[in-house]
């Protein structure tokens, strides 16, 4: 699916040179156009689809005092880029199930003589393509005790609360990798089970199987913010990498860090291992992206600075 990016920009007082480019990723090819007085947009003509991975860039030829952008009701923090100091980036995820249709972007920069910029956009979002999986399962995995539906509830909402929190700073530097050495994606990302004619929620990330006890690496680097014993997911780790990322390891044979831990890409986070709901061995990799639910390769094909 092609994701339709529609730009409108306003400058007010000073004019400096702007453009604003959102792109899909991978995406290199991009369309430009001039919005007014020097204020330039580039478009990449990427294809994306719901669960994908956005990068938003501001450049601009003199410093910005200030940055900030909003979308889809959550604030968007920018780093700036290491190799040019007039650009900064922020990452916009489309959740799994965002509804199609369209959403606005808006951005707001000060210059350092206090002069403002504002420039909007349209984000077309398309609906995804996933897959369906009809099973007969033993009554268990559909139906589960009252003990059990309380603990996933209190297990949903602790989620829930770690995901809507955001560190300030950008954690991570460079390229973030693959958290199995040699093993392939399932490509079940998006994937809706039907349980006994039940449908149930559709699969937030990759799963990856591998050999149990295989190590699992962090994808890049973060601060541990949960390693626990969950219904689902069984052995966890959640890893913080800031401005609202997180990446997600479940199903873990065993825990090898600890929560407030900040490990680097590729520290050993535990290993592959059948823990929680899972039927073999295998590593269940989740991201989110100011709380969208986002395809995890999306990540690794981030450009590094």
């Not at 900064?88 to 509804?99: I, K, M, N």
């Not at 603990?151 to 950008?170: C, I, K, S």
């Not at 994606?185 to 994937?191: I, L, Q, S, V, W």
């Not at 831990?261 to 991201?287: I, K, M, Q």
Request: proline share 4%; glycine share 10%.
């Amino acid at each position: 699916m092609r994701l339709n990016i529609l730009f409108r920009v306003g400058l007010i007082g000073t004019v400096a040179f702007v453009y604003l480019a959102l792109f899909s990723i991978p995406g290199e090819t991009r369309d430009s156009r001039v919005c007014g007085k020097d204020v330039e947009l580039r478009l990449s003509s990427s294809e994306s689809s719901q669960g994908s991975l956005l990068l938003v860039e501001v450049h601009s030829t003199s410093p910005l005092a200030e940055l900030k952008a909003q979308w889809d009701g959550h604030t968007l923090l920018f780093w700036r880029e290491n190799s040019q100091e007039n650009v900064q980036r922020a990452l916009l995820g489309v959740d799994l199930e965002r509804p199609a249709g369209q959403y606005p972007l808006t951005v707001a920069a000060q210059l350092e003589n206090r002069e403002r910029v504002t420039c909007s956009a349209v984000v077309s979002v398309k609906a995804g393509r996933f897959a369906i999986e009809r099973l007969r399962v033993r009554r268990q995995f559909v139906d589960l005790s009252p003990k059990n539906l309380e603990r996933t509830a209190r297990e949903r909402q602790r989620l829930g609360e770690l995901f809507a929190r955001v560190t300030p700073e950008r954690l991570w530097q460079g390229a973030f990798r693959v958290p199995v050495d040699g093993a392939q994606a399932a490509g079940n990302f998006g994937r809706r089970r039907v349980l006994n004619g039940r449908p149930g929620m559709p699969h937030n990330g990759e799963d990856f199987p591998a050999v149990a006890g295989a190590p699992v690496h962090a994808a890049q680097r973060g601060r541990v913010v949960l390693a626990d014993e969950l219904f689902f997911s069984g052995n966890t780790v959640v890893l913080d990498h800031g401005l609202g990322l997180y990446t997600f390891y479940g199903h873990l044979e065993s825990i090898a860090v600890t929560v407030g831990e900040v490990v680097e890409v590729g520290t050993t986070l535990g290993r592959v291992g059948a823990t929680g709901r899972a039927t073999g061995a295998h590593l269940h990799w989740s991201v989110r992206a100011n709380e969208a639910r986002i395809n995890p390769l999306g990540i690794v094909r981030l450009p590094a600075d």
